[in-house]
């Protein structure tokens, strides 16, 4: 398991190639099209044969000093540690620098130059196994570790310059999926053929130098991809670079924050991937066999919640899946504790015995779906990394990233190591895991309360309403913009938080921040209350102060011109604040266009008025699962954006 399982003119040309993939982006039904264009395939098939002969190489190494060579200075027991150890120890040493080359350099010719350096890695280590040098090979695995490093920034910054935002959710399932398939694959290949009864080893050279030409020769059919910042001056000081990398990170608190959610990811399924053998052995009685059927149920249910991601946020960059994979990640956790602590004694079965029993039906369920939730968990953080960081030193957080990652994933090691030595069993381990993902994961929400409110955004837009956006195309991908939309229920807000991939600042009535739970989850969301002048000049004057700094700042403001909650289900004059709003924009020096949007369907619903003068309807009225929408109208530029131009087109958008 590596970190890679888990990326001025050149800037215009980036920003270029993010907003407008190539023609037909939006037009396609769902993710696996990406692999019959040339801007993705070619980068898949490529990334994919690269964890497939990592995974080959290891593996096969490994089992040839376990089982099949005496080497006095290396012990069977140590042969896994150590090279797992050389094969992470470059991600610690040369991340910062990779980081660097891949924002300096077009990436096309990244991906090349590492897949060049792969061939040549594999020339070598061809000859290692084929003499049964050991240090040759251990050689190659520090190697394949620097390849890796090298490939591992390319691999997530090459795609936000590709693909669309609706298609960036997509393209990471994708990788995910397809890099822990072949990581599968690369494992069973690589135990297959070094037990070949004399030929083994010989077969095995053959098969990583193959694979690696075929890597390259895909390679070559990737599209160039210009450098996003090709006048960076090279710190080659690992050390200092490393520092600077994850200050850099550290800037934009959202990304750094959600690297560490990632990090302790890795934290999480590295405890249960180095436990699978033991776990197989002692806990579950079960030979070699078993616990390759382990490694196989948990790589399905990380490509399987990897592919899940992009259907279930409507192929947009959903954050809210975050919650959720971290709850079933610690439900799941847990309950394979129960599952596994209560199992009898036995001989060791192989794979058939083990499936005839029941009892162990549960333990691979809690195995699947803790990993498919784990999926749902990690594609999300990974896409709004690549959307939210700045372009030009994109690759550098991707190595800050992947520098955490290495020392998430060696703290693991040493804190597992650390209970087994003080008496924890295996279960113990995963039950204690469990328990301290869902404590690391409510502190994370509680820094970053952005993912629990596209969480309950995600949950009532799904589980109370069939929510359906139109026009979506029309929401801004970057920059200021206001947004201005009809107010017809108490969760209007909420609705508009789930149709959006960025966040939104709203600008609400300061009455709605009483009412119970959703007065906690606006003030969450920092939005902006205002009350009429007349009642608190402060409170008006500091919102538009508000609204000022959030378009200074780049970010979407939303309004909700009426001023109010309809009360006859109709929709009502739209108030002057809006215009008071970009003329202060303007005296900013900021042009802001104004985006129309429309809610349908919603009078009558649980969550808004029953009739004049009335409160809240009465629970479940229209039934659960109403259907409801938004309508997004293309943007009023802030100079014709009047109350009335507005309302018209609010107006237009409620029939359409």
């Known amino acids: 398991m590596t970190p890679e399982t888990l990326s001025d003119s050149a800037t215009s040309a980036t920003s270029a190639i993010s907003n407008h993939p190539a023609p037909g982006a939006h037009a396609d039904p769902n993710q696996f099209a990406l692999l019959r264009q040339r801007r993705f395939a070619p980068f898949f098939w490529t990334q994919f044969s690269g964890a497939a002969n990592d995974n080959l190489f290891k593996f096969a190494f490994t089992v040839m000093v376990t089982y099949q060579l005496s080497v006095s200075w290396l012990p069977p027991a140590m042969a896994g540690l150590v090279i797992g150890a050389l ?15 891949t924002d300096k350099y077009d990436k096309t010719r990244m991906i090349r130059l590492v897949k060049n350096l792969e061939i040549a890695i594999m020339l070598v280590a061809a000859g290692g196994f084929i003499a049964g040098n050991v240090p040759v090979l251990l050689l190659c695995t520090f190697l394949m570790g ?3 490093t090298l490939f591992g920034p390319v691999k997530f910054a090459y795609m936000p310059q590709v693909l669309s ?12 999926m397809g ?13 297959l053929l070094v037990a070949i009864p004399g ?17 390259r020769a895909v390679a070559q059919f990737i599209p160039p991809v210009p450098a996003t910042d090709p006048h960076l001056t090279i710190n080659w000081n690992p050390f200092t670079e490393t520092w600077r990398n994850l200050k850099l990170a550290h800037e934009n608190i959202v990304v750094f924050r959600s690297l560490l959610g ?10 249960f991937l180095s436990q699978f053998p033991s776990f197989a052995k002692e806990v579950l009685h079960g030979n070699e066999q078993v616990a390759s059927l382990l490694l196989v149920v948990f790589s399905i249910g990380i490509g399987t919640g990897s592919l899940l991601c992009e259907v279930l946020s409507r192929r947009h960059v959903e954050i809210g899946l975050v919650p959720l994979g971290a709850i079933g990640m610690s439900v799941f956790a847990i309950d394979l504790y129960f599952a596994a602590r209560g199992l009898p004694a036995s001989d060791v079965m192989g794979l058939a015995a083990f499936v005839a029993q029941p009892a162990h039906w549960r333990v691979m369920a809690d195995l699947a779906l803790l990993s498919l939730f784990a999926g749902l ?15 030009t030193h994109r690759a550098r957080i991707i190595a800050a990233n992947n520098i955490l990652n290495a020392l998430f994933m060696i703290a693991s090691s040493l804190i597992a190591g650390a209970l087994l030595g003080a008496g924890f069993t295996v279960p113990q381990i995963f039950l204690f895991t469990g328990i301290a993902n869902a404590v690391v994961a409510f502190y994370i929400f509680m820094l970053v309360p952005e993912y629990l409110l596209r969480f309950v955004a995600w949950v009532l837009s799904r589980f109370v309403y069939r929510f359906k956006v139109q026009g979506d195309e029309n929401l801004p991908v970057q920059g200021a913009a206001v947004l201005a939309c009809n107010h017809v229920s108490f969760v209007d807000a909420v609705l508009l938080m789930a149709a959006s991939p960025r966040p939104i600042y709203f600008v609400m009535d300061h009455r709605i921040f009483r009412v119970p739970v959703l007065g906690a989850l606006f003030r969450l969301a920092k939005a902006i209350p205002i009350a009429p002048y007349k009642e608190d000049a402060a409170t008006y004057e500091a919102a538009f102060e508000r609204a000022a700094q959030v378009l200074q700042g780049g970010d979407l403001l939303a309004i909700f011109p009426e001023g109010g909650i309809t009360r006859d289900g109709q929709l009502q004059p739209f108030k002057g604040g809006i215009v008071k709003i970009l003329d202060r924009a303007r005296a900013d020096g900021l042009d802001v266009p104004v985006v129309p949007m429309a809610l349908t369907n919603l009078w009558g619903s649980y969550f808004s008025r029953i009739e004049q003068g009335g409160a809240m309807v009465r629970p479940f009225r229209r039934g659960l699962f109403n259907r409801v929408g938004l309508n997004v109208g293309t943007p009023v530029a802030a100079a014709e954006a009047q109350p009335e131009l507005l309302r018209e087109r609010v107006a237009r958008l409620l029939v359409a």
Do not use: D, K
Not at 165 to 176: A, D, F, I, P, W
Not at 377 to 391: C, G, W
């Open 377 to 391: 968990y990690s594609v999300p953080m990974y896409a709004l990394i690549q959307m939210r960081s700045q372009p």
């Open 179 to 191: 890099t822990f398939v072949a990581i599968l694959l690369g494992n069973v290949a690589g135990g």
């Open 199 to 215: 030929i083994g080893h010989t077969t095995v050279a053959l098969a990583c130098v193959l694979l690696a030409l075929m890597g």
């Open 165 to 176: 935002e609706r298609e960036l959710t997509g393209g990471n399932g994708m990788v995910e």
């Open 262 to 271: 990632i990090s302790w990811m890795w934290f999480f399924g590295a405890v």
């Open 87 to 101: 094969f992470i120890l470059p991600f610690l040493l040369f991340s910062a620098t990779s980081g660097q080359l």
């Open 146 to 148: 620097v390849h890796s």
